[in-house]
């Protein structure tokens, strides 16, 4: 028998709007690979368990004030301290799903309308972080959203910055088109997993002429 070279496991992310599901969706795909017999890790940005992390938890759940762009270079580098990480985990043959990533990162920083804080320098830091194989952006109408209940306490989960979040992540989305594939979230839980997994798995399928995780530019 000769020996199989390793195969490398996918970056997948899950992007979306608050009350998109993407985090139960998230689940879901991971149980759904598990089953099919792929080695699967989930990770969530942001990770408020490291010490940048818990700067951003508590800014987040308004304990505490940020510059903005201040704010905005914590979150992206709680995606720089876990970089190695992914791509070690990728690396060994493990897909790894990650709920929200870069996209967020630009699109609700860019959201504050700050003069000195566009979308391109928002993206910025972005630059160079582990490369999705594929973006699933998890896509629901405003009145989806409403019927899913009220908005939480944080920071963020208001009606003006999520009609920004949504106008903004259109624009970033189709300047990284390539990588992003849009989901009707507005479907019921089955039926919208039942499309993740599969375009999960055919981007699994689909490694080997992708080559090594690339970077995002
Ligand atoms: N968020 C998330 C950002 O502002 N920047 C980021 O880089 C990331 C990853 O944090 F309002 C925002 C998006 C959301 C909040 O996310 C917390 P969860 O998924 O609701 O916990
Ligand atoms: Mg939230």
């Not at 979306?16 to 699967?40: I, P």
């Not at 979150?75 to 709920?99: M, P, Y």
């Not at 993206?123 to 699933?136: A, F, K, S, T």
């Not at 849009?182 to 080997?208: H, N, P, Q």
């Amino acid at each position: 028998l000769e020996s199989q070279p390793m195969r490398r496991g996918a970056l997948i992310i899950v992007e979306g709007l608050d009350r998109a599901g993407k985090s139960s969706q998230c689940e879901l795909l991971r149980d759904q690979l598990l089953t099919k017999g792929h080695a699967v890790e989930y990770i969530r940005f942001p990770d408020r368990t490291t010490p940048i992390g818990k700067l951003i938890d508590s800014y987040l759940r308004n304990a505490s004030h940020q510059d903005d762009h201040s704010i905005h270079l914590l979150f992206s580098a709680n995606r720089w301290e876990l970089a190695k990480h992914i791509q070690d985990t990728v690396a060994n043959g493990t897909t790894v799903i990650v709920d929200r990533y870069s996209y967020s990162g630009a699109v609700y920083s860019a959201a504050k309308a700050n003069p000195t804080l566009s979308l391109e320098w928002a993206w910025q830091p972005e630059v160079g972080l582990p490369r999705p194989d594929i973006c699933l952006f998890l896509s629901i109408s405003p009145e989806e959203a409403a019927k899913r209940g009220g908005f939480g306490a944080e920071r963020y989960e208001n009606e003006t910055m999520q009609s920004r979040v949504r106008q903004l992540f259109g624009t970033l989305l189709d300047r990284q088109r390539d990588d992003v594939c849009v989901i009707d979230a507005g479907r019921t839980v089955d039926e919208v997993s039942e499309e993740i997994v599969d375009v999960a798995v055919k981007c699994i399928s689909r490694l080997d002429a992708i080559g090594p995780l690339r970077a995002l530019g």
